[in-house]
């Protein structure tokens, strides 16, 4: 299937590693133009030239570096058309632990940035014609972690500003969609649950019976920016292994 990104301008958020580095190659692969933003520059720069990609380095936190970002994307490729909103999670740790003050680190890691770069993006989106906005998120949307107290009380939010932002830019043609990925093998998840990863009785509740890939949350993207994906917009699509037991 030509999923139509041959051309196609992206920005990856985190993308020196992971799911962000995944989603890099998987656009890379179908022909899009990459814009690889992280903070560690040898790393960013080693992988944008081994995939082709333009390495921009800096802290997603930082206005001043997201700024740098678009100009630098811009400049070197001329269009924005497809924007992943990815990165770090805040601390572990239990609910009854949660000061204010961690609540508003894990907002301005998890939502302010994702606010900044849209509104930065939001012109060349439109001028796009088939703008796509993809953010990875969590389970944590639909179903509270264990002792993930932070990532339960502010991914839903920025879920919940994700979809209205679908509702306003659906009549530009801009589509606003939502990756809930379950237990992927990342650095994340190794910094969870150890170097061995989920012990066996956490690998039971997923009925794939496994972890995830990277490169699947990558494929769920590539999609999602596609020509043929222009009609999902405002959706929060679980790649789990059938793990969360919702019926929404």
């Known amino acids: 299937m030509d999923l139509g990104l041959s051309g196609r301008t992206a920005i990856v958020l985190g993308a020196s590693q ?8 998987g656009l ?19 992988e944008a030239k081994r995939i082709g990609g333009l390495a921009v380095t800096g802290d997603l936190t930082s206005e001043a570096d997201l700024e740098r970002l678009v100009d630098e994307t811009v400049k070197a490729f001329g269009r924005i058309d497809v924007v992943v909103l990815n990165g770090g999670g ?23 940035p994702h606010v900044r770069l849209v509104g930065l993006c939001l012109p060349y989106l439109r001028k796009s014609g088939r703008g796509r906005i993809v953010a990875i998120e969590s389970t944590s949307v639909k179903e509270p972690i264990a002792n993930l107290a932070l990532s339960n009380a502010v991914r839903p939010g920025v879920v919940g500003w994700l979809k209205t932002l679908a509702r306003e830019l659906g009549p530009e043609g801009i589509t606003v969609n939502t990756i809930a990925p379950g237990r992927i093998d990342t650095e994340r998840l190794h910094a969870l649950y150890g170097p061995d990863g989920p012990p066996p009785e956490a690998l039971a509740l997923i009925p794939a019976r496994r972890v995830g890939a990277p490169a699947e949350i990558a494929a769920t993207v590539c999609f999602l920016a596609s020509e043929q994906a222009a009609y999902i917009s405002g959706a929060v699509v679980p790649v789990d292994g059938g793990m969360l037991n919702g019926l929404f």
């Not at 992971?18 to 190659?25: P, Q, R, V, W, Y």
């Not at 692969?29 to 720069?45: K, W």
Request: charged share 20%; proline share 8%.
């Open 18 to 25: 992971g799911m962000g580095l995944a989603i890099s190659e």
């Open 28 to 46: 890379a692969s179908e022909g899009a133009d990459v814009a690889m933003f992280a903070r560690r520059a040898e790393v960013i720069e080693r």
């Open 90 to 112: 805040p601390p572990p740790g239990p609910a009854a632990s949660v000061t204010a003050a961690d609540v508003a680190a894990a907002v301005e890691l998890l939502l302010v």
